[in-house]
């Protein structure tokens, strides 16, 4: 199908002047991928003003399948800078993201050459930090939370307004802006109005009935499936073809649940895919993703959905 996603030759597209910033070999406050909530708490409470853990139950954090916990820390003290701000999300009793905001990059960058850019961020450590100069903000991201994408997922709970979770839609029918009947030049506006981030991109030729021309439309934040998502839809010679909704692992049975309310149960089922809607949807299972296609791809890629040789 697609050419797998390669980190350092796709996403890591501009590089960045030659005195950029690197982030420390270190998570904030020494913590490290995979540290259980009782531990980093207590690391956290020597280190933060005030601390303030959210649990979220039924979770919707993307890699979350039993719990979720946002872990809020008021005035970080790092070795180089104080932080506002700072929430380490934990997933099934992990840590696997950290958000900081309010002094961020003086507490976490130094200068470097080794570092690249993708938008208006700068990626270091291979896409395990990202940072945002404009709005002095780091995300932290384990090897799970890159895939999708959580970037550019801002936590609703650091603005210390609620404790509750924002209600995202939870639907997983095919939304409103996806429309395979509208051309390219039509739908600009659509995605412009709804996607809170947009990148477009011209790519490689690699869809099969050979377009003269491919666009990758990446459409960042919007809801489906119970959380804010980024979409890929590909477009070749004006046409929408397919588009990759990217999830997490840990959702898997929510977002099939969803799909059964949206289609039914599914077709057709194997190792790899659940196939819904004649089709034309599809959840992916060995890695974290959904699939919609265009009628005209499904014949193309009908056999290889049900895993049989072409």
Same mark, same amino acid.
């Given at each position: &199908?697609r050419?797998?996603i390669? &980190? ?5 597209v501009?590089?960045l002047? &030659?005195? $950029? /910033? ?5 998570l904030?406050? $020494?913590l490290?991928?995979?540290d /259980?909530v009782g ?7 020597? *280190?933060?003003?005030l601390t303030?853990p959210?649990?979220v139950d039924?979770?919707?954090?993307p890699?979350?399948e ?13 070795? *180089?800078? *104080?932080v /506002? ?8 009793d992990?840590?696997?993201m950290?958000e900081a ?5 003086a507490?976490?960058a *130094?200068?470097s050459?080794d570092s690249?850019?993708?938008m208006?961020?700068?990626?270091h450590?291979?896409g395990?930090?990202w940072?945002d100069?404009e709005?002095?903000a ?6 799970a939370a890159r ?11 650091l603005s210390?307004?609620s404790d509750e979770l924002p209600q995202y839609?939870k639907?997983?029918a095919i939304?409103?802006?996806?429309d395979f009947d509208?051309s390219?030049?039509?739908a600009?506006s659509?995605f412009i109005s709804s996607c809170p981030?947009?990148? /477009? ?5 690699w869809l099969?009935?050979?377009p003269?021309?491919?666009v ?8 489906y499936?119970?959380?804010p998502?980024?979409?890929e ?5 004006g046409?929408?073809e &397919?588009?990759?909704?990217?999830t997490g ?6 977002l099939?649940q969803?799909?059964i309310a949206?289609f039914?149960p599914a ?9 819904f809607a004649?089709f034309?949807?599809?959840l992916?299972?060995?890695k ?10 499904v014949s ?5 959905l049900?895993?049989?040789?072409e």
């Amino acid at each position: &199908m697609r050419a797998a996603i390669n &980190m350092s030759a796709i996403m890591l597209v501009l590089p960045l002047f &030659m005195y $950029g /910033s690197a982030i420390a070999g270190e998570l904030p406050a $020494g913590l490290s991928w995979g540290d /259980s909530v009782g531990p980093a708490a207590a690391v956290l409470e020597k *280190r933060c003003r005030l601390t303030h853990p959210i649990e979220v139950d039924p979770p919707s954090f993307p890699l979350a399948e039993h719990e979720e916990c946002h872990y809020l820390c008021e005035d970080l003290q790092s070795e *180089r800078n *104080r932080v /506002s701000q700072a929430v380490f999300v934990f997933a099934d009793d992990k840590l696997v993201m950290i958000e900081a905001r309010g002094g961020a990059i003086a507490a976490f960058a *130094r200068p470097s050459a080794d570092s690249d850019s993708y938008m208006h961020y700068e990626i270091h450590k291979e896409g395990e930090v990202w940072v945002d100069t404009e709005a002095d903000a780091v995300w932290f991201l384990n090897d799970a939370a890159r895939h999708p994408n959580l970037f550019t997922f801002s936590n609703p709970f650091l603005s210390g307004q609620s404790d509750e979770l924002p209600q995202y839609v939870k639907s997983a029918a095919i939304p409103p802006i996806l429309d395979f009947d509208v051309s390219l030049e039509h739908a600009n506006s659509r995605f412009i109005s709804s996607c809170p981030l947009l990148y /477009s991109e011209d790519s490689r030729v690699w869809l099969p009935n050979k377009p003269s021309k491919q666009v990758q439309v990446n459409c960042f934040g919007y809801e489906y499936g119970g959380f804010p998502r980024k979409f890929e839809a590909i477009y070749g010679d004006g046409r929408l073809e &397919m588009v990759w909704i990217l999830t997490g692992k840990g959702e898997e049975v929510r977002l099939r649940q969803a799909l059964i309310a949206a289609f039914g149960p599914a077709e057709h089922i194997n190792d790899q895919w659940e196939i819904f809607a004649r089709f034309r949807v599809a959840l992916r299972k060995d890695k974290p993703e959904i699939l919609l296609l265009s009628e005209e791809m499904v014949s193309h890629y009908q056999a290889e959905l049900l895993g049989e040789p072409e």
